[in-house]
C-alpha cells in the first residue's frame, strides 16, 4: 500500500455521503487507522459492553439514524458515512478526547449475506491492518474490526508486560459485535485474521505452513473445512486445518470463538497468514478476490 501522508489529512474529515473509489477508500482507512490509534488503552467498563452490544446491534440492523450516531458520540465516537460499492456504509472511531484504544469498527448494514472481518493485531500482526482495509474496501463485509491498540503494554514492573489483547481479553468491543452479530442472527463465518512466522513454529507442518486455519476448537467446524478446500483450490496448497493436518496456532483460547460457541455458533474461522502469504494479499489484487470469496466476503 502507497505511504499515506500528513497529520492534517488523517485528522480531517475524510469520508462524505458520496461514493468513494476502493483505492482512495483504502488509503483513506489506512490513514484513519494511523491517527486513532493508541500507545496506553485503558480497560472498557461492564456497563458500556451492555451498551455497544445494542448499539452495535441498531448500526448492523439498518442504516445508522441520528439516535444512534448521537449515543454513538455520547461513547467518544464519531461516525462518518462512507459508500463502498453502493453500500451506505459508517466508520465508527474514538475522537480526540476519548481515544482509549476501543477499535475502529466499519458496518455496511445493507449487505444482506456477508460475513464479519476482525484485525485484531494490526500493530503486531505485520499488514495484517493494511489486508484487512483492501479486503473492507474491495469485497462486501457486513462489518470489519480494528483494533487500535497493541497487544502488550508495559506494566508497573518494566521487565514484565500486561496483556491488553482483544482477543484474550474477556470483554471488549470485539466480543460486543460478536454478540450484536449473533443477537441479529447474522450470517458467518465471522473471519479472525492473524499473522504468524513459520519460522518460529515447533513441528515441521507449521513450519511449512503458508497458513493454518480454525475453528478456535479442538475439531473443525464444516465450514472451517468448506473454507479451507476454497482457499486451496484459489491460492495452492500448505494451507493446513488445525488439528487434523498441523497441531499449532489452533485459537482455542480465543475470547470471540467462545462467545460465538456460547450463542451455538460453529462459524468462527480464524486464519494465521505467513509473511510470504501476507505480501502477496497485499500486492496480488486477484488473490484478495479470491480470498475474500472464500470467506464469504463477496456478498452479491
Excluded at 84 to 96: I, K, W
Excluded at 142 to 162: F, H, K, M, Y
Excluded at 228 to 250: F, I, K, N, W
Aim: with cysteine.
Amino acid at each position: 500500500m502507497r505511504r499515506l501522508i500528513g497529520k492534517v489529512v488523517a485528522l480531517t474529515l475524510l469520508f462524505g455521503s458520496t461514493a468513494v473509489r476502493a483505492d482512495e477508500a483504502a488509503s483513506q482507512l489506512h490513514a484513519r487507522w494511523q491517527s486513532v490509534r493508541v500507545t496506553e488503552p485503558a480497560e472498557t467498563a461492564a456497563s458500556e459492553i451492555a451498551e455497544i452490544e445494542l448499539l452495535f446491534a441498531r448500526s448492523l440492523d439498518l442504516p445508522m439514524k441520528p439516535a444512534t450516531v448521537g449515543a454513538w458520540a455520547e461513547l467518544g465516537f464519531v461516525s462518518e458515512p462512507i459508500q463502498l460499492q453502493g453500500d451506505v456504509c459508517h466508520l465508527l472511531f474514538e475522537n480526540p478526547e476519548a481515544r482509549l484504544g476501543r477499535g475502529m469498527f466499519l458496518l455496511c448494514p445493507t449487505r444482506a449475506q456477508a460475513s464479519t472481518l476482525l484485525i485484531p493485531h494490526g500493530f503486531h500482526d505485520r499488514f495484517t491492518a493494511e489486508i484487512g482495509v483492501l479486503f473492507a474496501t474491495e469485497g462486501r463485509f457486513r462489518a470489519v474490526a480494528w483494533n487500535t491498540a497493541p497487544r502488550t503494554i508495559p506494566g508497573d514492573d518494566e521487565s514484565t508486560l500486561d496483556r491488553h489483547d482483544a482477543t484474550q481479553t474477556v470483554e471488549n468491543y470485539f466480543t460486543g459485535l460478536a454478540r450484536a452479530a449473533s443477537v441479529l442472527g447474522l450470517p458467518g463465518p465471522m473471519v479472525q485474521l492473524h499473522g504468524f512466522a513459520p519460522q518460529l513454529r515447533t513441528t515441521e507442518e507449521g513450519r511449512n505452513a503458508r497458513a493454518i486455519l480454525s475453528s478456535g476448537t479442538n475439531a473443525p467446524s464444516a465450514s472451517t473445512l468448506e473454507a479451507a478446500r476454497c482457499l486451496e483450490g484459489e491460492l495452492g496448497d500448505r494451507l493446513l486445518v488445525y488439528p487434523t493436518e498441523v497441531v499449532e496456532l489452533g485459537g482455542t483460547q480465543n475470547r470471540v470463538a467462545a462467545v460465538l460457541r456460547n450463542w451455538g455458533r460453529k462459524d468462527f474461522l480464524h486464519l494465521e497468514l505467513s509473511f510470504a502469504l501476507r505480501q502477496r494479499l497485499l500486492e496480488d489484487a486477484e488473490a484478495r478476490r479470491s480470498f475474500v470469496k472464500c470467506v464469504g466476503g463477496a456478498s452479491q
